[in-house]
Structure formats: C-alpha cells, structure tokens
C-alpha cells in the first residue's frame, strides 16, 4: 500500500494581522488559532493521530503490522520538510505503531520545502509557458468569471463593505487574475483570485476548529452547501494552479517517480508519503484521474488531511492488480475530533483513471497503473 497525505489541519498561511484583517469587517474576530502561520495545529495533530490509529485497525486485518521491523524497508514514512507535514507524518506514525517510535524521513533542513514535494516548475520555455496559458484558458476561461457567485457569497460573510481596505476593495472580481510561470518556483497567481483564496483557505479552516458554526461564519447562517461554495474558491485557485496537464506532469515529476518505485519496490509493505494539496491535486491531473465525487466534506477535490492509496494485490488467478482510493475524514468526523473505526470509518471513494478500464471487482491491473504513472513520468521529458 502506498499513501500519499495531505498534512492536517493548520492555521492561516498569513497572519491575522494581514490581508484576513483588512478584507474583513473590522468588528469580527478571527479564530484564535494554535501556533504560528502555516503549522499544524493542536486539533489537526489530534485528527492525525485518530486517523493513523484507524489505519493501524485496517493495516492489523491485513497482517500488515506483523511484518513491521525498525531494521527492515517493509515500512517507509516520508514527508516534506515542512512543520506540518512533518508533524502529521508523526502524529500518523506513531499512532500506526504505538511505541515503536517509526523514524519519519526528512530529506532537508526542518521546516523547508524538498524538491520532491515541492510543486514547482523545473522545466520551462517558451513554448512550455504558451502551452500551459492556453490549456488553462481552454479549462477555466475567465478566472474570476468562472467563481463570481462565490465571490459573492464570501464578500458578505466577511462583509467586506465595512472591512479596512473598502472603498479601494469592494469585491474580489475588480482585480483581473493571471498565472505566471518561473523556473524553479511554484506556479504563481495574483489579482483577485489570489486575495480570494487567502480569505477562503481561513474560512475553511475555521469552519474546522470552531466548534459554534455561526461563529465561524460571523454571526452568518450558512448551509452546508454555502461553506462547500466559499471553500470551493481555494480549490479553484488550486485548480487552476496545478492541474493543467502540461503543468501537472511539471510539478508532479519527483512524486511521482517516487510513487512509482514504492509500487515496485517488493520489498515495501507500506509507504506514506505526506505533502500537501498541491501534490495531490497534481498527481491526480498528471494521471488523468476522473473528477470524483467526494461526499460529506466541504471540500471536494483534496479535503484536509485526505489520503490518496495505491493498494496491490495478488489475484487467485495469480495476476497483479490495483486498486485507488481517496480517504477521508467527514466534515462532521473533522469537527467533532470522532475516533475512526470499522464501525465508524472515514469516507472511501474510489478514484476512476480515464481510460482504463476495472474488472468485475472493481479493480485494475497493476501493470496498466503503472504505465498510466509511467506516461505520465515521460510526458516530463517533452515539455
């Protein structure tokens, strides 16, 4: 089984003190989150912690356990260097294999991006750039165009209109959004979209950890369906980012090779790997992985702390085979910190690539995954 995770739950990527306090009504109070920007929090270690000892259920039916040894490569926990997705490899970990204390890698200095699980663009040219502006123009058109609606909906919630930055920003739409592309860095976005999304990641994110949902929406009364829409403009910003298939197999290119020699690696039992949601998000584009229907969650593409499993099997006919799933934590499991078990499990769908196709079981050959990763791998070395 290899497990590509999205880290847990974190706090802001910006201050409070910030662009979340000038595009807010100045008389509402930000969630008094945990820690400093952009690391895990308190209740995101917890929701880790339950989730790995879910899998410790699973992976004990499986007599997978058994095979784990301190001294063997039948396990691998590998993430990036950044404190939360360090600390969710952990949290999992450990709570996989209670005191054994499994070693998790870190492959540069602590709280540093590796290139591995970094979505940036490390092949680049003109005609790489004109290629990339044209397949997102085909798939999202206008930027701002295409989430208006949302727009709108979290401009109220946050009323921007008695917020510090109005009359100079009253709506997110004033700002024409575009993507850049440099050598060695992630896809970079700005206008409104940018500012929108920053606004949308907090909101999300207090949706989880404050336990009064009117709270969480300032005094506001919204429906699940609104908190799926004023979240469903970060994974739009993310979307439009890293999923255009010449940027996919751009940014995805070292996970994917990683992904694929765990697969192979016959000496793996189980690998978790853990990124964030650009690495997911860029992996499933670069395989041409059918847009899935993620129930019970607010988001809908690569929801906080989901795993994305490449498991393989040995047929009775002798024939290997594949299955992927996307796993997760409800919104409701998320908010009210439920412990995970077969009786209570995490939501598991499983994830279609175009193209190819499952046998009655709904499961495919693993030769034809690893070509599908393969492809993908080589349509690296023609951009």
């Known amino acids: 089984m290899v497990v590509l995770s999205r880290h847990n739950i974190r706090s802001p990527l910006v201050s409070k003190s910030s662009v979340l306090t000038r595009l807010t009504n100045s008389n509402y109070q930000w969630f ?5 920007p952009s690391t895990l929090t308190a209740k995101g270690e917890r929701l880790e912690t339950i989730m790995g000892g879910f899998f410790k259920e699973w992976l004990t039916k499986k007599d997978f356990l058994s095979k784990y040894s301190p001294d063997n490569y039948a396990f691998r926990f590998y993430a990036n260097g950044k404190q939360r997705c360090q600390a969710t490899a952990n949290s999992f970990a450990n709570a996989l294999l209670p005191g054994k204390s ?28 004109a290629k990339a502006q044209s397949e997102i123009q085909s798939k999202f058109g206008d930027l701002n165009a295409g989430i208006a609606k949302e727009y709108a909906l979290m401009e109220n919630v946050i009323d921007i209109k008695n917020s510090p930055a109005y009359p100079d920003t009253s709506s997110f739409s004033q700002f024409p959004s575009s993507v850049s592309f440099s050598l060695n860095a ?9 500012m929108a999304c920053t606004v949308s990641d907090a909101l999300s994110l207090q949706y989880y950890e404050e336990p009064d949902l009117n709270k969480a929406a300032f005094g506001h009364t919204l429906t699940f369906d609104d908190w799926v829409s004023i979240t469903s403009i970060k994974e739009w910003y993310q979307e439009v980012l890293f999923s255009a298939p010449s940027v996919a197999v751009n940014v995805a290119h070292p996970l994917l090779q990683v992904i694929l020699d765990e697969i192979q690696n016959k000496k793996r039992i189980f690998t978790f790997l853990c990124g964030h949601d650009s690495n997911v998000g860029s992996v499933l584009a670069a395989l041409n992985a059918e847009r899935a229907d993620l129930p019970n969650s607010i988001e809908k593409i690569t929801p906080i702390g989901c795993k994305l499993i490449f498991e393989t099997f040995v047929g009775y006919d002798g024939v290997e085979y594949a299955d992927i799933l996307m796993l997760y934590a409800s919104a409701d499991q998320l908010r009210n910190d439920t412990v995970l ?34 492809e993908a791998i080589k349509a690296y070395d023609t951009l």
């Open 32 to 36: 008094a989150w945990t820690g400093s």
């Open 102 to 129: 499994p070693r998790v890698e870190m492959n540069v200095q602590f709280d540093k991006m590796d290139p591995v699980f970094n979505p940036q663009i490390t092949k680049i040219s003109d005609g790489f750039i």
């Open 186 to 194: 992630e896809p970079s976005m700005s206008g409104g979209l940018k």
């Open 341 to 374: 078990s077969y009786q209570q499990p995490p939501v598991a769908v499983k994830i279609k690539l175009s193209g190819l196709k499952a046998n009655a079981d709904g499961l495919y050959s693993l030769r034809d995954v690893e070509n599908r990763i393969s």
